[in-house]
């Protein structure tokens, strides 16, 4: 291929988002969980009249269960994933050592699928088969590609780490502010942080900004309100 060629393909590839998939999703939950649930466990011990000490020992327990309750469940989600490629990669394999021309019949029909025809087809998957036979078949008959490949110890890192982050931001302005404007205070930066977080995600994935916002804003203020009501309801009554 010329130079001029790979050039273009090497910007062409530069926009696509799909590597970003993977880290993105489980950073942007854990850090919208982060704020969201620690933000709203510091209000609901605040509405229920807890002191300034009951409400930071509330939040650091929070953010130290929730990391670690992220990563466990993430973990386990990707790993279950990595599993089930992992067997359906297994399968393949034994197919093509069973069955070579079957299988390159399989993958020159779902190039027809898509718009080739069938001499062309045929002509594609034997190229492919005999670079990387398994590669060909995984990423055009499984959907299996090395950019969306679940890797279960990166997503529970991920999704600890920003958890962590995420929660430790409305701790710190609840530790900053005198107790009698912990709520007010708590309530609006942790609406813009979320706000900010999902601008930065739709950004990055290549959504709408604006969009991503408001949405991450709206659950997150329904959240913390309901959580604040519950605290205020328990103080009342107790």
């Known amino acids: 291929m010329p130079r001029s060629l790979h050039a273009r393909a090497a910007r062409h590839l530069e926009h696509h988002r799909t590597d970003r998939i993977g880290w993105l999703r489980a950073s942007v939950l854990g850090a919208n969980d982060g704020i969201v649930s620690t933000a709203s466990l510091v209000l609901g011990v605040a509405a229920a009249n807890g002191t300034h000490a009951s409400v930071m020992v509330a939040g650091f327990a929070g953010l130290v269960a929730g990391a670690m309750s992220m990563a466990a469940g993430e973990y386990v989600s990707v790993r279950s994933q990595a599993d089930s490629e992992q067997a359906a990669l297994e399968l393949e394999r034994s197919e093509l050592a069973e069955d070579d021309a079957g299988e390159r019949h399989e993958l020159a029909a779902i190039y027809v699928t898509r718009g080739l025809d069938r001499e ?72 813009v942080f979320l706000a900010a977080l999902g601008g930065v995600a739709a950004r990055v994935g290549g959504a709408k900004v604006s969009t991503g916002a408001m949405r991450v804003t709206f659950w997150g203020a329904l959240a913390m309100a309901l959580t604040a009501g519950v605290g205020a309801l328990f103080g009342t009554a107790i």
């Open 120 to 191: 062309l087809a045929r002509q594609v998957a034997d190229q492919l088969m005999a670079h990387d036979a398994l590669g060909a078949h995984a990423r055009d008959e499984l959907g299996i590609t090395e950019a969306l490949a679940a890797r279960p110890l990166q997503a529970a890192f991920a999704s600890a780490a920003s958890f962590a982050v995420g929660a430790a931001l409305p701790l710190a302005v609840a530790a900053a502010v005198p107790h009698a404007y912990l709520a007010s205070v708590v309530s609006v930066t942790s609406l």
